[in-house]
T-cell receptor, first 111, second 117 residues
Framework: QQPVQSPQAVILREGEDAVINCSSS?????VHWYRQKHGEAPVFLMI?????EQKGHDKISASFNEKKQQSSLYLTASQLSYSGTYFC????????????FGQGTTLQVKP | GAVVSQHPSWVICKSGTSVKIECRSL??????MFWYRQFPKQSLMLMAT?????????EQGVEKDKFLINHASLTLSTLTVTSAHPEDSSFYIC?????????????FGPGTRLLVL
């Protein structure tokens, strides 16, 4: 089943923060986050494995609450380059490697 | 590292013709590749899982006779859209895993835009 992302869209000013959530109704092994710009393929941001992991990369970080089957992506001090659509991809416990993607969250950062 | 290429990047064809899309992992061996389809302003929908040396596994609702997948080697998977129709027009993207363990990163190719007239 497709994970649910929230919010669907968000508009920020440069320097502001944002949180994007991803919830699944099924048990998860990992959550993968990607950013896609218009007309381009998704670009890998980070992967979180089960175990309540939290990761950071520059000013983008994420957490994974395995028990709640939820992951959140944190964007701090947003830059214009952060604009795009963010997708979470969830991997179930069956170890097939298949990712089921959420519907996406469109982020627009304005000057 | 972990670069995935696709060819062609875009294709326009007439209804009824077949179109082949190639997906290559350039600097790693990919035992598993995945094919996705994405309609405008929508999410990526997994079509099939392609494993080297074996038959592809298709997701529910995806016609395996229409979307032929061949994983010829550890670096190449092809998707052939047979007898394409206008409703097959979409953005087709492949991805490849660097390993076989759960939690491995998937890297996406640049995608192929298909327009069927």
């Amino acid at each position: 089943q497709q994970p649910v992302q929230s919010p669907q869209a968000v508009i920020l000013r440069e320097g502001e923060d944002a949180v994007i959530n991803c919830s699944s109704s099924k048990a998860l092994y990992s959550v993968h986050w990607y950013r896609q710009k218009h007309g381009e393929a998704p670009v890998f941001l980070m992967i979180l494995l089960k175990g309540g992991e939290q990761k950071g990369h520059d000013k983008i970080s994420a957490s994974f609450n395995e028990k709640k089957q939820q992951s959140s992506l944190y964007l701090t001090a947003s830059q214009l380059s952060y604009s795009g659509t963010y997708f979470c991809g969830t991997e179930g416990s069956s170890n097939t490697g298949k990712l089921i993607f959420g519907q996406g969250t469109t982020l627009q950062v304005k000057p | 590292g972990a670069v995935v290429s696709q060819h062609p990047s875009w294709v326009i064809c007439k209804s009824g013709t077949s179109v082949k899309i190639e997906c290559r992992s350039l600097d790693f061996q990919a035992t598993t590749m995945f094919w996705y389809r994405q309609f405008p302003k929508q999410s990526l929908m997994l079509m099939a899982t392609s494993n080297e040396g074996s038959k592809a596994t298709y997701e529910q609702g995806v016609e395996k006779d229409k979307f032929l997948i061949n994983h010829a080697s550890l670096t190449l998977s092809t998707l052939t859209v047979t007898s394409a129709h206008p409703e097959d027009s979409s953005f087709y993207i492949c991805s490849a895993r660097t390993g076989t363990l759960a939690g491995e990163t998937q890297y996406f190719g640049p995608g192929t835009r298909l327009l069927v007239l």
